[in-house]
């Protein structure tokens, strides 16, 4: 089975710009989680959806971020405009809702470098 | 969710076991413990995971204590594929549900 499949893997852009990163989770997940990672802090969940419904964006940075899944097998990040701090690793990890203790199951991640 | 802490770096030799520990003592009762690890330049990956009783599956076991203020991921014989960092992460509805929040974990050094 084909794991969590994210697109692009690299992203090299200028400040001001649109920044959008997908996301293909594994067939039959009905949870995705999206993370970011920097050295200062770390692994962040920034928002997750359950059934293709956003339930948790408490972590969402700012109003420049925004989530979206329109179906079950594709989800996207987007940022606009983009700045040179949004510079991270972002991950997106699915998993099957399956009583307290699921596993998630993460891609490879977007690196993403704002100029 | 309650609060994990682990030591920032271990280092072992290969071939040998290897016992990374976290201390949870705000755990509750139905707090499950989660362990994944970070390889270099991947997104993290599930290791294994435990309610009460000790736990062992292909890749590692997990023992914790009867008191379940702490717990010990125990890989039996490291190789240098087994140099990550690792995270010890308790989850109050359960990961697959509600996402999980990932520490700063053990940065583990194998040495040859």
């Known amino acids: 089975d084909a794991g969590v499949i994210q697109s692009p893997r690299h992203e090299v852009t200028e400040m001001g710009q649109e920044v959008t990163l997908r996301c293909k989770p594994i067939?039959?997940?009905?949870?995705l989680f999206w993370y970011r990672q920097t050295m200062m802090r770390g692994l962040e969940l920034l928002i997750y959806?359950?059934?293709?419904?956003?339930?948790?964006d408490s972590g969402m940075p700012e109003d420049r971020f925004s989530a979206k899944m329109p179906n079950a097998s594709f989800s996207t990040l987007k940022i606009q405009p983009s700045e040179p701090r949004d510079s991270a690793v972002y991950f997106c990890?699915?998993?099957?809702?399956?009583?307290?203790?699921?596993?998630?199951?993460f891609g490879e991640g977007s690196r993403l470098t704002v100029l | 969710d309650a609060k994990t802490t682990q030591p920032n770096s271990m280092e072992s030799n290969e071939e040998e076991p290897v016992h990374l520990p976290c201390n949870h003592s705000?755990?509750?009762?139905?707090?499950?413990i989660h362990w994944y690890r970070q390889l270099p330049s991947q997104g993290p990956e599930y290791v294994i995971h435990?309610?009460?009783s000790n736990v062992n599956n292909r890749m590692a076991s997990l023992a914790i204590a009867e008191d379940r203020k702490s717990s010990t991921l125990i890989l039996h014989r490291a190789t240098l594929r087994d140099a990550a960092v690792y995270y010890c992460?308790?989850?109050?509805?359960?990961?697959?549900?509600?996402?999980?929040?990932f520490g700063k974990g053990t940065h583990l050094i194998i040495q040859p």
């Open positions: 435990g309610l009460t």
């Open positions: 992460i308790l989850s109050r509805a359960g990961g697959g549900a509600d996402g999980l929040t």
């Open positions: 990890a699915s998993s099957f809702r399956q009583g307290r203790a699921g596993e998630l199951f």
């Open positions: 959806f359950n059934n293709n419904v956003p339930i948790d």
């Open positions: 067939s039959g997940h009905n949870s």
């Open positions: 705000t755990i509750s009762g139905t707090d499950y």
